[in-house]
């Protein structure tokens, strides 16, 4: 069975062909990071507007690339929240027309079920297996039971952590987005300012980045007042250390508390060097399996929709042609 999937959940317009949710034909990822870092950050009005101008082509040029025409295809998925609610209707408008107008089911799809299904794309997932997911918007860990059943264990209580580096890494007047340049900053110190762990309850899977960006900042006010030079780079290894401790420390703990078989990391952050080395080595010297998507299918895709939207295709559970984009939608409440 061939899904073209669509996303526009932020600021990639993206389409992708996926033949059985686990081979990829077709991804085409069509970045606006250029248009929104004069702004600092993702402007939504925006955002809506160069979907609009990008999407047809996308979707053809999906088609296209994977060999495939409109008559190949068995379903339409497309991302139906979390993210932008104008961003996600010009996604979801182009499926709901293409659905009809081929008499394909269509299949509203969790953004974050996509983030962590982009594993299946490349590895065998075994469970019952945890996922931690951090990217711009979230930083959850989530426990799969079985196929498609999502349970979150743990959450952040304010900032996620893609949002606290980008935060961190503008009052060091970097450009959007920021997490690159902290993470590089944070490999080259060859000092480090220590900053504070927000553990949180000792029982808590929650997470708290508002308060380490406040020392960051109350770190950096410090040095101007007393008219020091403000040490970026160990700053940002400060920060990057805070951040990995915690993320680290509470997936393994919930790996070993929950039984599970595998960790997968997924979301954008997955991209950071200091977080993939420290939970490579930890994970090996626990002996718990690892699964890291390759960078590609790390960040917004619509491959991993597909992979996500499979789950729901191999059940025949479809979604309704008048569904609406959810900016708020649960993750848990969309499980199989
Ligand atoms: P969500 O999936 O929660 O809706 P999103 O899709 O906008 O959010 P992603 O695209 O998954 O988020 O990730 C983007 C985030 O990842 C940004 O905050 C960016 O700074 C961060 N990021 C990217 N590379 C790195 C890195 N090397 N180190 C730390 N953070 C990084
Ligand atoms: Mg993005
Ligand atoms: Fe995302």
């Not at 809506?48 to 025409?69: C, D, P, W, Y």
């Not at 932008?84 to 010009?90: E, I, K, N, S, T």
């Not at 393994?252 to 039984?259: H, I, K, N, Q």
């Not at 992979?307 to 984009?325: C, F, N, Q, S, V």
């Amino acid at each position: 069975e061939l899904i073209l999937a669509v996303e526009t959940s932020c600021d990639e317009t993206s389409a992708a062909v996926v033949r059985g949710g686990k081979e990829i034909l077709s991804n085409i990822v069509s970045s606006q990071i250029d248009t929104h870092r004069r702004f600092g950050g993702v402007v939504p009005e925006i955002a809506s507007r160069k979907h609009v101008e990008s999407i047809t082509r996308i979707m053809k040029q999906a088609l296209a690339e994977a060999g495939a025409t409109f008559r190949d295809l068995s379903a339409i998925a497309v991302t139906q929240g979390p993210g932008l609610v104008g961003a996600l209707l010009v996604g979801i408008v182009a499926a709901k027309s293409l659905a009809m107008a081929l008499n394909l089911p269509l299949i509203g799809t969790h953004h974050i079920a996509g983030h962590i299904y982009a594993n299946e794309l490349v590895h065998e997932m075994v469970y019952p297996c945890l996922a931690l997911v951090a990217s711009g918007g979230h930083t959850e860990l989530v426990l799969l039971e079985s196929e498609g059943r999502f349970r979150i264990i743990g959450r952040t209580r304010d900032d996620a952590v893609g949002e606290a580096y980008d935060k961190v890494a503008r009052t060091l007047q970097f450009p959007y987005p920021g997490g690159p340049h902290i993470d590089r900053l944070a490999h080259e110190a060859d000092e480090e300012i220590q900053l504070p762990r927000a553990w949180l309850e000792p029982d808590s899977y929650d997470f708290s980045f508002s308060g380490l960006k406040s020392a960051v900042l109350a770190s950096i006010n410090t040095a101007a007042m007393k008219g020091e030079a403000i040490r970026q780079a160990a700053l940002a290894r400060g920060f990057q250390a805070s951040v990995i401790d915690v993320l680290v420390t509470k997936a393994l703990r919930a790996v070993r508390e929950f039984g599970a078989k595998q960790l997968l990391l997924c979301g954008g952050v997955a991209a950071n060097g200091g977080l993939r080395a420290e939970l490579t080595a930890r994970c090996a010297a626990e002996g718990i399996p690892l699964l890291i998507p390759p960078l590609k299918l790390c960040t917004d895709n619509a491959a991993m929709i597909a992979a996500a939207a499979h789950l729901k295709w191999i059940r025949g559970e479809y979604t309704p042609l008048d569904m609406k984009a959810e900016p708020g939608l649960s993750l848990e409440s969309w499980s199989v």
